[in-house]
């Protein structure tokens, strides 16, 4: 591949109850289901990316979220699946699809996040990156990310094959697309049947129909348990079995398919190579368990709160709180990180600095396993909880966000900060900010900007540790 496998479109968050019923509700003739577990997973074209990247491709995915708890879980569960979020802006909520499970069986699926919030305008980081891409993936779940304009037209300009999964509620494909990826039920509301047509003509009218109005070079319809069908221009369908017969939760299964073909064609398949590569690959997706087999474990919720001095300025609602009221009126969104194990000046200092450059400071601290991680298992001295608490009481900090992972990313790619402040030595390396904070690619994704402030010298909490351990010596 000479670049990355991009996906473009919707993401909702999943989430799987699994519990038991053993009574009837005593109001109403329905079962009562005891939550036993629940799992979040991305939903949407965020399951199409994960698919990809779990089979070892470099996997960027272009979506909108929102400032909420949902859009934060989903740019953890992303970041923890190896893919790259390039985040747009989107109002309203995260969708969500929650299904209710007893015993493997889906008892109710419970939607919520209304109606579809507008997503924003792409960066130039975004267009840079479709056209750079080895081959694209539209995932579209008709919630608005494929109808934004500067997305279309940059899809329509790239030069890498491009696989449209669509979506009735969606808009037409793009001119030209490579391979579009219906199933069954979207060709019949896309495509009406004749009266009396069997299984395999609808298909393949509708197919026929759908690659002409679009302009695509084929498309594929995926037929269940029973494969896919084949359309070339010109050309009698060509009928793709699936290799052996798969029962079992079938969620997922499209946004397999998309995403196999989609890596095929990466490599340089054929259309027809793609496809069959995608329904053997959607097969034994199935067969082997579905979804909840093929996700890599779940990630640790990200801390909703803190109760206590300071704690409704702690945690993912709080932050999204100060996050809604500050782009409401389009202020500037600065954020900054680090440990903060034992708050000292040089801290202080970094953060009235950083508060001075727009409307609003995030503060993104180091949870007590990720500062482990990274400083060894003596570390942290003060527990997440104090260091929050502690933070957020300063006049210069408007919300402190903990997070589980050795880097920040996760949280930025929720929070597209428009400026990332970084104090320390970063301000005497000689270099270029842009080019030597590690957080600077990431920034790009969304046109953010990382700058550095001056700093306190001689201030430091491995040396304050050191000190106090041996007895000696104050701080100047």
């Keep these: 591949m000479r670049g990355p496998v991009v996906v473009v479109g919707d993401t909702l968050l999943d989430r799987d109850v699994e519990g038991v019923v053993n009574r009837l509700c005593p109001d109403s003739p329905v079962p009562v289901l005891d939550e036993s577990v629940s799992t979040d997973r991305p939903g949407g074209a965020g399951l199409a990316a994960v698919f990809a990247a779990a089979q070892g491709a470099e996997v960027v995915l272009v979506t909108a979220l929102a400032d909420d708890a949902g859009g934060a879980r989903l740019s953890a569960l992303l970041t923890a699946a190896g893919v790259q979020v390039y985040p747009l802006a989107l109002s309203g909520a995260t969708p969500e699809k929650i299904r209710l499970r007893a015993r493997g069986r889906v008892l109710l699926r419970h939607d919520r996040g209304g109606v579809p919030g507008e ?23 008709g919630r608005g ?18 696989v449209w999964d669509p979506h009735p509620r969606g808009p037409a494909a793009v001119p030209g697309v490579h391979l579009a990826t219906p199933n069954e039920s979207e060709v019949r509301e896309l495509v009406p049947a004749l009266p009396g047509a069997s299984r395999l003509a609808t298909a393949s009218r509708g197919a ?26 010109g050309s009698t369908p060509l009928v793709v079995p699936t290799p052996g017969s798969a029962e ?71 932050v999204a709180g100060v996050l809604a009221d500050v782009r409401a009126t389009g202020g500037t969104v600065v954020a900054t990180g680090g440990c903060f194990d034992l708050l000292h000046a040089g801290h202080v200092a970094t953060l009235q600095a950083a508060r001075q450059l727009g409307d609003c400071l995030i503060v993104c601290l180091n949870s007590d396993a990720s500062v482990a ?13 104090d260091r929050g608490r502690l ?34 030595d970063y301000a005497t390396g000689g270099g270029d900010a842009a080019t030597t904070l590690p957080e600077a690619e990431i920034l790009r994704r969304w046109g953010g900007n990382p700058v550095v402030v001056p700093y306190l010298e001689g201030r430091s909490t491995t040396d304050l540790i050191a000190r106090s351990a041996a007895g000696g010596g104050r701080t100047r």
């Design 208 to 233: 026929q129909g759908l690659r002409r109005r679009w302009h695509a070079g084929a498309v594929a319809v995926t037929l269940g348990g029973d494969g896919a069908l084949l359309c070339h221009a």
């Design 145 to 162: 990310v494929a109808r934004q304009p500067a997305l279309r037209a940059a899809l329509a300009a790239t030069r890498a094959p491009v």
């Design 119 to 141: 997503p924003g305008q792409p960066s130039e980081e975004v267009l840079r990156v479709i056209g750079a891409a080895s081959a694209v993936l539209v995932s579209d779940y």
């Design 391 to 424: 933070l957020a009481a300063l006049s210069c900090v408007d919300a402190v966000l903990i997070f589980d992972e050795p880097t920040p990313h996760a949280a930025l790619s929720w929070l597209r900060p428009d400026i990332w402040v970084k104090g320390g």
């Design 373 to 385: 991680g990274l400083k060894g298992p003596d570390r942290p001295v003060t527990s997440e909880g």
């Design 248 to 318: 079992g939760d079938t969620c997922g299964a499209g946004d397999r398919f998309a995403a196999t073909a989609s890596l095929a064609l990466a490599e340089g398949a054929l259309v027809s190579e793609a496809v069959q590569a995608a329904v053997a690959e959607a097969s034994a997706y199935v067969a082997s368990g579905g979804v909840a087999a093929a996700l890599p474990p779940p990630v640790r919720p990200v801390p909703s709160g803190v109760l206590g001095p300071g704690g409704d300025r702690v945690g993912v609602a709080a």
